[in-house]
């Protein structure tokens, strides 16, 4: 079962670019912070550059590691015609985010795409989504840093943390 912030009793969903990052770096990330399922929304699951992001290799290597793959870039991806602001209007988007959200009730997940940082991700509008439905969006940007959202309606400023917080809400 995913788990719940101490804090505000939200479920709690995880994101994380691969960016640049070595597979042993990936991977501990994701033990680190408990992720059980990873949730690809790259539409192009693909890299000439990092090939063991490829989706095919990517997903036997979670699995060797006990942390399962699924895929939902066909429905969450980005590059969208019109852009992705216009796309998240649509049922196809609406639909993804269901799927995402009843995935994610089941093990502790992390929404994966490229981009290190979700404030240059469309993982951005995808978290918004889902803290407007009751979540709390916990971004990774590296093994010691999160970047945690004010809650919607809050008048908080955004906040960058200096290690796995909320590692115990799970």
């Known amino acids: 079962m995913s788990g719940q912030s101490k804090h505000s009793g939200k ?6 670019g691969t960016s640049t990052r070595a597979l042993r770096e990936f991977l501990e990330i994701l033990e680190r912070y408990g992720i059980a399922l990873v949730a690809d929304v ?9 090939p063991h992001f490829n989706r095919p290799g990517l997903s036997a290597q979670l699995s060797a590691n006990g942390i399962a793959y699924h895929y ?11 852009g992705y602001e216009a796309y998240i209007r649509t049922e196809t988007f609406r639909e993804g985010v269901e799927e995402l959200a009843s ?3 089941s093990a502790p997940t992390a929404i994966l795409c490229s981009e290190r940082f979700p ?10 989504r889902l803290a407007a439905e009751g ?8 093994a010691e840093r999160v970047y945690i959202p004010p809650d919607p309606g809050c ?5 960058a943390h200096g290690s796995p917080a909320n590692k115990s809400e799970k």
Request: net charge positive.
């Open 72 to 82: 939902l870039g066909d429905k969450l991806g980005g590059y969208r015609p019109g």
């Open 11 to 16: 479920p709690v969903i995880y994101t994380l």
């Open 155 to 159: 008048n908080g400023s955004p906040a």
């Open 119 to 128: 404030w240059k991700c469309h993982r951005r509008f995808i978290a918004a």
């Open 42 to 50: 790259r539409r192009f699951p693909a890299s000439k550059r990092y």
């Open 135 to 142: 979540w709390r969006v916990v971004h990774i940007i590296d």
């Open 103 to 105: 995935l994610a009730k």
